[in-house]
């Protein structure tokens, strides 16, 4: 259905509660904030409209007003619907969705944490990113950054400039580290672990409170928010061709595919296109890219079961991914290679032929990866059948990507709403199908990213037999001033789904940026499932989802 | 007596610049780096550095990666409890001065702001050869120490 069609269903339904947008502005239904629920639950249970995703939730300060943003899709109609709210900004409250989509909660609370709206009727509205005892919003525009932070000052000194400032190497006089506080009280019977934020297995710096009864648990509450760097707020005063470099460090394992997101979203607002062959080096890059994160997700993850083997094989195989990134971009990690309208640099001599080569080395490799983890049956007893999530669940938590798949539900940006040059080629989509447990278990979505490296391996054969000749990149002025509007770019990274949502105000930075990842909700997946499990599979319940620390708190 | 002293000293240093056992942790990019390095390619394993879960049985604490407001006080809480003597690296630019994102809210401005650091290692992020390279510097460093006469006076 289009844009035209949904409204209309909703104000036959609704009528003045939804208020179509003004002429010229983007397309967006306006509701009243007191009807947000029930219209809500009619876009997510209405047949025609079938509205069963909440792709992302957010917020924007726009100086007289906040103005809370709904982003839904239709999985099965493939339509998608933006619904928008005003608030006061005195008191800006509105009722919670999240009794109509689980994965509101945490979007909510992050809400919560960055501009300040108080969710009517959340279960759990807290801080979620920053410390419990932070003062203000940090999203809103008239945000001033604190001084100093228990006793560490912001100030840095240039020594270059001012070589003789001892004070600023002065170590701060922190407060007595035993008083970190405890943040959860455990009731008669239960014993409280806490695992983070410096674990081998967290995979970066996240941080689970288990509530455990002897080895099993009964929840274990994900904390996050020690990697959040501010990027949302920091893409507010950079211009737009500079805040590159900084999506590079939005997801480190894929850096490829934020970089695109965030150039599919300016060249949507400019209006621009890219020429051919900058799109088939954009899928190049990202699928080479995708083989490296999977190399890392999947081997990583054998290692925290307690394979070491598998993963320095994997570290090994990476170095050469690395290798030829740098020949194509000058990067091994952070590649900064995409460019608003194209890519920086073309293929240089020689690399074709490499790619292949290194390719036709990796095919055994898997092979052997195979034999010697996936079908090793200490392995699958450790995966099999733990954690499963129903396709339902996951849909309701806003799992995305392979987490998503392995779940059986058929979804692929790249398949079902095809950008970038990928509706040129051939590939499958691996689901999960219960290959040795439960359908959507732990085993599932490893082996479904272990399959995913090896269409990655097809897509990047079919892109070097087809590279069109021509530019690589479209010509653009050096100081880029984006028209007015707002855009939400969709891409399939290596963790699902990396939504950017931009708005712009025809300045040359942009007004307000917003990142959707997939390892956000991912994380928000893991109190549910921790429920009655042992304290041994929590390791094997995140390593499967794979989430990386700075996508969850960016 | 001076020439016991001295062999002494050499053998103790050498005996503990020959096993850098560093921390298991990594913050942000720099981390991945930090494993590649572990892996088989640079391979710290040859100079006696392998990393180790606790900071109990840690003598250095490679810092790479940003650290926030949030996780500052949880890596000097990280360094209070490694036995001494220990040493700190600041891998990368975030944990030397901020880096990419000095201009943020949150996140802090150098590590040496919480922990003494021995070597700065620059970089965004620096590659695994680097790494070794400060490594090495480390041992370096230790193997000049002079314990036991700052001990006697």
Redesign the interface.
């Known amino acids: 259905m289009t844009f035209n069609e949904l409204s209309e269903r909703l104000r036959t339904k609704f009528g003045p509660d939804a208020a179509p947008p003004a002429e010229g502005a983007p397309e967006a239904l306006t509701v009243r904030s007191s009807a947000i629920q029930e219209m809500a639950r009619f876009c997510k249970e209405d047949p025609e409209l079938d509205l069963n995703v909440l792709s992302c939730l957010t917020g924007v300060d726009r100086k007289d007003r906040i103005e809370l943003v709904y982003h839904l899709l239709s999985y099965r109609k493939r339509h998608e619907l933006v619904l928008k709210a005003a608030l006061d900004r005195a008191k800006p409250e509105i009722p919670t969705v999240e009794t109509v989509w689980k994965t509101a909660n945490w979007h909510e609370r992050e809400c919560f944490d960055l501009l300040g709206v108080n969710f009517l009727g959340h279960s759990d509205l807290r801080r979620i990113l920053l410390p419990e005892d932070w003062a203000g919003y940090p999203l809103r525009k008239d945000y001033v950054a604190p001084t100093e932070y228990h006793g560490m000052s912001h100030a840095r000194v240039n020594p270059l400039h001012e070589p003789e400032a001892p004070a600023d190497r002065k170590q701060a006089e922190l407060k007595d580290l035993s008083q970190l506080k405890s943040l959860y009280q455990p009731v008669a019977g239960e014993m409280v672990v806490n695992m983070g934020p410096q674990h081998p297995s967290t995979h970066g710096v996240l941080n689970f409170l288990l509530v455990t009864d002897g080895e099993v648990m009964h929840k274990a509450v994900p904390h996050i928010g020690y990697l959040h760097r501010g990027m949302e707020k920091m893409a507010e005063s950079i211009p737009y061709p500079g805040y590159m470099p900084f999506t590079d460090r939005l997801d480190y394992l894929a850096a490829m595919s934020a970089n695109q997101g965030y150039a599919m979203a300016v060249e949507k607002l400019l209006g621009c296109a890219v020429p051919p062959r900058g799109e088939y080096l954009r899928v190049l890059a990202c699928e080479l890219n995708r083989i490296a994160s999977h190399l890392v997700a999947t081997g990583s993850m054998a290692m925290d079961i307690g394979a070491f083997t598998p993963f320095l094989h994997w570290l090994r195989e990476r170095e050469y991914i690395n290798d030829i990134m740098e020949e194509i971009c000058g990067a091994r990690l952070t590649y900064n290679y995409m460019r608003i309208g194209g890519v920086s640099h073309d293929l240089p001599d020689g690399v074709a032929d490499k790619i292949l080569r290194w390719m036709d080395h990796f095919a055994p490799i898997t092979d052997e990866f195979e034999r010697l983890i996936s079908n090793n049956e200490i392995f699958v007893q450790r995966l099999a059948g733990v954690a499963a999530i129903s396709a339902e669940e996951a849909i309701d938590f806003g799992l995305v990507g392979p987490n998503l798949r392995a779940s059986t539900v058929p979804w692929d940006l790249r398949r079902n709403m095809p950008y970038s040059a990928y509706a040129d080629f051939q590939f499958d989509i691996p689901l999960g199908q219960g290959f040795r447990g439960t359908a959507g278990d732990c085993y599932d979505r490893f082996v479904v990213r272990v399959l995913e490296m090896r269409e990655s391996c097809r897509i990047i054969r079919q892109a070097l037999a087809a590279m069109p000749a021509g530019d690589i990149r479209a010509k653009l002025p050096r100081r880029l001033k984006v028209p007015p509007g707002e855009t939400y770019a969709r891409v399939e990274a290596p963790r699902g789904e990396m939504g950017f949502y931009l708005i712009s105000d025809g300045q040359e930075t942009p007004y307000r940026l917003k990142v959707r990842t997939g390892s956000f909700t991912a994380m928000s997946i893991i109190e549910k499932l921790s429920h009655g499990v042992m304290i041994a599979d929590l390791v094997a319940i995140i390593g499967s989802l794979d989430v990386v620390a700075p996508e969850v708190d960016r | 007596m001076e020439y016991l002293l001295t062999n002494t000293e050499w053998f103790l240093n050498w005996g503990r610049k020959s096993s850098i056992w560093y921390?298991?942790?990594?913050?942000?990019?720099c981390?991945?780096?930090l494993?590649?390095a572990g892996?088989?390619?640079t391979d710290l394993d040859r100079f006696g550095a392998v990393p180790r879960?606790t900071?109990r049985q840690a003598d250095l604490l490679i810092v790479a990666?940003?650290i926030?407001?949030?996780?500052?006080?949880?890596v000097?809480?990280?360094y209070?409890q490694m036995a001494e003597p220990r040493y700190v690296i600041a891998m990368g630019s975030c944990a030397n001065?901020?880096g990419?994102?000095?201009?943020?809210?949150?996140?802090?401005?150098?590590v040496?702001?919480?922990?003494?650091v021995d070597i700065y290692l620059p970089g965004?992020?620096p590659?695994p050869e680097a790494l070794a390279d400060a490594i090495l510097k480390l041992q370096q460093k230790m193997s000049e120490e002079k314990w036991l006469r700052n001990l006697r006076a």
């Open positions: 921390l298991l942790f990594a913050s942000a990019c981390g991945i780096e494993m590649q892996g088989p390619r879960a900071p990666g940003t926030t407001y949030k996780m500052a006080e949880r000097r809480l990280l209070e001065c901020g990419l994102f000095q201009g943020s809210y949150s996140v802090l401005k150098g040496d702001k919480i922990v003494p965004c992020p590659r």
